[in-house]
């Protein structure tokens, strides 16, 4: 079993950064690849930023690529999801999840593809 807890999640001024963090369980997180999804009421859960499990490659969605970076510290067991220039539409519940199992250098993007997740955190951007 992993769990996957979000935290630094809060309200913002848009134009505003933050910083989420998500903090595994486990003995192999450095085998997990990571992810970032959010989700705004009324809409489904889109994906927003990935990354393998070496933290050597990373892929943004186009609608937050340049704003938004991902990372993670295998020492510490945590990914992190720097959000800059926050924009209202940005406003969701984010969350982590993590795929166990793979090691190799693709990108997942689905929702599908992951199978553990986090309970989420509330990131509110006021204009």
């Known amino acids: 079993q992993v769990q996957l807890v979000e935290s630094g999640g809060g309200s913002v001024q848009t134009g505003g950064s933050l910083r989420l963090s998500c903090a595994a369980s486990g003995r192999t997180f450095s085998s997990y690849a990571m992810g970032w999804f959010r989700q705004a009421p009324g809409q489904e859960r889109e994906f927003v930023a990935g990354i393998t499990w070496s933290g050597g490659r990373t892929y943004a969605a186009p609608s937050v690529n340049g704003r938004f970076i991902i990372s993670r510290d295998n020492a510490k067991n945590t990914v992190y999801l720097q959000m800059n220039t926050l924009k209202p539409e940005d406003t969701a519940v984010y969350y982590c999840?993590?795929?166990?199992?793979?090691?190799?250098?693709?990108?997942?993007?689905?929702?599908?593809?992951?199978?553990?997740w986090g309970q989420g955190t509330q990131v509110t951007v006021s204009s």
């Open positions: 999840a993590a795929r166990t199992g793979y090691s190799g250098s693709y990108i997942f993007t689905g929702s599908a593809d992951y199978n553990y």
